[in-house]
């Protein structure tokens, strides 16, 4: 089985900073592109920013200049570094990996966590 278990949210004021974090574990032997979704209240969940597994970044328009993503493929993690929040960041932050396992005879899957809580007061 393979799990990843996200960390790192809370409530913060307009302007600070937050650091997300996501590990993967389990029967895990590569893991590709790893990411960040957010979903706010009403909302449909929207790609936040990806990373592949050489370190290659892309940003949605609305967090560039503000958030960065990195990765330590050593530890399978990924983390998003979020400064300059605003309150339209309020969300619930998912971050999604695409891993081969032996669990899925090592044919590349999408897992999910299970979303952490962020809220940013105006």
């Known amino acids: 089985q393979v799990h990843l278990v996200e960390s790192g949210g809370g409530l913060v004021q307009a302007g600070g900073s937050l650091r997300l974090s996501c590990a993967a574990s389990?029967?895990?032997?590569?893991?590709?592109?790893m990411g960040w979704y957010r979903q706010a209240p009403g909302k449909q969940r929207e790609l936040v920013a990806v990373?592949?597994?050489?370190?290659?970044?892309n940003y949605t328009d609305s967090v560039k200049g503000r958030f960065s993503i990195s990765r330590d493929n050593a530890k399978n993690t990924v983390y998003l570094q979020m400064n300059s929040l605003e309150p339209e960041d309020t969300a619930v932050y998912y971050c999604?990996?695409?891993?081969?396992?032996?669990?899925?005879?090592?044919?590349?899957?999408?897992?999910w966590g299970q979303g952490t809580q962020v809220t940013v007061s105006s």
């Open positions: 999604k990996a695409k891993i081969r396992s032996a669990a899925t005879g090592f044919s590349a899957r999408d897992y």
């Open positions: 990373i592949t597994s050489g370190g290659s970044a």
């Open positions: 389990g029967s895990i032997f590569s893991i590709n592109t």
